[in-house]
Structures are given as C-alpha cells and as structure tokens.
C-alpha cells in the first residue's frame, strides 16, 4: 500500500529552482532513500512534507489525504516525525528530559483529560522512552545534558525524538553526517532495524551513497531539484548521470 504519494511538487526561492516537479511514491514498510549533492533539493523535500515550506505546485497525500496547508504540528499529529540535519534539541535539557518532552508536546490533551488520565498517560511515555534509550544504548548518558554530549550522542538523541512520535513514517535528514565511520556503521545497522522494531516506514536523505544504498530497499537520486534516477540502489549507484553529478561536486 502506498503510505505517501508526492505529484509534481515545485519549489523555487528567488530565482533557484529547489525542487522541479518532483513525483514519489513511498510504499507501507519500505526503506527508500533519497541522494544527491549539496543543494540538490533533499532537505527542502523533507521541509515540504513536514509543512515547514508550502510548494508552488504540486501534491502531497498520507494515505491518501492531502497534507497540503495543513501546519508542521498537525503534520506531526497525522503520523510523520522528522530528524534535522542541525539537530532540534533542548541543549541544556537532559538527553532523558529530551526524550520525554518530544512526547508531552504531541500527545498532549486538554487538562482535564490530562488530569484524570496522567498516570496511566506518564507511565506510557515514561516506558516509551526506556524503550528507546534501550534501542539507542543511551543509558550512559540519560542523565548528561545534551550539550555535553559528544556529536554521536546527540544525532541518537534527535533520532530517538524523532521515534519517540512513534511515526507512520520517518523522514530522516542526513543520519550519518557528521559522524565517525564507526559511528556511521552503527547508526546505519540501527536505522535499519527501526522497521521491525517500531513499524516505521523511512524515507532517508542522505549524501553518503554507500549508506545509502546499504540501508534502501529503494533509491531516487536528485539533481538541481530534479530526479535523475530511481530503482534499486544498485541501479542508481551505477546510473552515469548521478555518478556525473556526484562528480561534478568535487
Ligand atoms: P540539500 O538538502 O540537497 O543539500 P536543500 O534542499 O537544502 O539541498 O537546498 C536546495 C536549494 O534550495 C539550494 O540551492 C538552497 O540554497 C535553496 N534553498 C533551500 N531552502 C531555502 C530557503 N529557505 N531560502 C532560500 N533558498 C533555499
Ligand atoms: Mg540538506
């Protein structure tokens, strides 16, 4: 079944074409990702489907029903949770608290109802969150505030806000960036494991081919806010025109 379907979406800023009728499907279950340079349009794709950026032209269907004006908190409310390439954290909050507040910001109800239902409501996300600190390997740091975590810390953490939303689909900025090679290797190995723990549809952007195409089931390649090539990540990965434009970056 298809979980998100994008028709001819169009973006421009001034005079720079971001995304130039994009078409995409992301099927229920599926890992796919979404590669290209710098400034190829993957974050301002991931921007239009979080309502952060309203497109020009086009549209945007979660299980059929059009996202399109609808605000970033509705959005969130309608099953989709995102990461930041510059991550979204409460600096000064501990790497728990963090956790914890991404929950009672969404699910919050009105007091009365909070009220009657808060112990029963509290243990959920209190077991949610364990939930992930365990999945993460956090414990060390539940307690550390996050800005005197390491970097690699602190991209788990805004994963681990980001699942805390317990999302229909997730939409990852650039997971890997940044990171260590080992840290690369094991953050790809827990990606990959979020569909069956947690029953997360994924759409990833990434600028790391090779990742990439470990984690996809499928991969569409962006150029200049254009797709260049879609299918398998092999497929893609050898395709000449994104090779051509992987190169062109250097
Ligand atoms: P990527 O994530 O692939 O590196 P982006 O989606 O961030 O690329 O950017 C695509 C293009 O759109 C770039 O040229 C970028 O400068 C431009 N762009 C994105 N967001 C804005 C904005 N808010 N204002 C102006 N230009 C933007
Ligand atoms: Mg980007």
Redesign the pocket.
């Given at each position: 079944m298809t979980l998100l379907r994008i028709d001819d979406l169009a973006i421009s800023?001034?005079g720079?074409t971001?995304l130039a009728g994009i078409d995409l499907q992301v099927e229920e279950g599926e890992i796919i990702a979404v590669i290209?340079?710098?400034?190829?349009?993957?974050?301002?794709?991931l921007?239009c489907i979080s309502g952060v950026?309203k497109p020009d032209r086009g549209e945007i269907f979660l299980n059929g029903e059009s996202l399109l004006g609808l605000s970033p908190d509705f959005i969130s409310h309608c099953g989709i949770a995102r990461t930041f390439?510059n991550l979204r954290l409460f600096l000064h909050t501990t790497v728990l608290d963090n956790l914890l507040l991404g929950r009672h910001i969404k699910f919050r109800k009105n007091p009365i109802h909070a009220l009657l239902r808060m112990r029963k409501e509290e243990l959920r996300h209190r077991e949610m969150v364990e939930e992930i600190i365990d999945f993460l390997d956090l414990q060390a740091f539940r307690k550390a505030r996050v800005i005197d975590c390491p970097f690699g810390i602190q991209k788990k953490v805004e994963l681990g806000r980001a699942l805390g939303l317990e999302p229909k689909l997730l939409l990852l900025d650039e997971p890997v960036s940044g990171l260590t090679m080992e840290e690369k290797e094991e953050s790809a190995y827990r990606i990959g494991e979020i569909r069956g723990r947690f029953h997360a549809t994924i759409l990833l952007?990434e600028h790391d081919l090779r990742i990439a195409s470990r984690l996809a089931d499928r991969m569409v390649a962006?150029n200049y806010?254009q797709k260049i090539a879609e299918g398998s990540p092999e497929q893609v990965q050898k395709n000449p025109e994104v090779i051509r434009a992987y190169l062109g970056e250097e």
């Open positions: 800023f001034g720079i971001a290209g340079p710098n400034g190829s349009g993957k974050t301002t794709l921007n950026y390439q952007v962006f806010g």
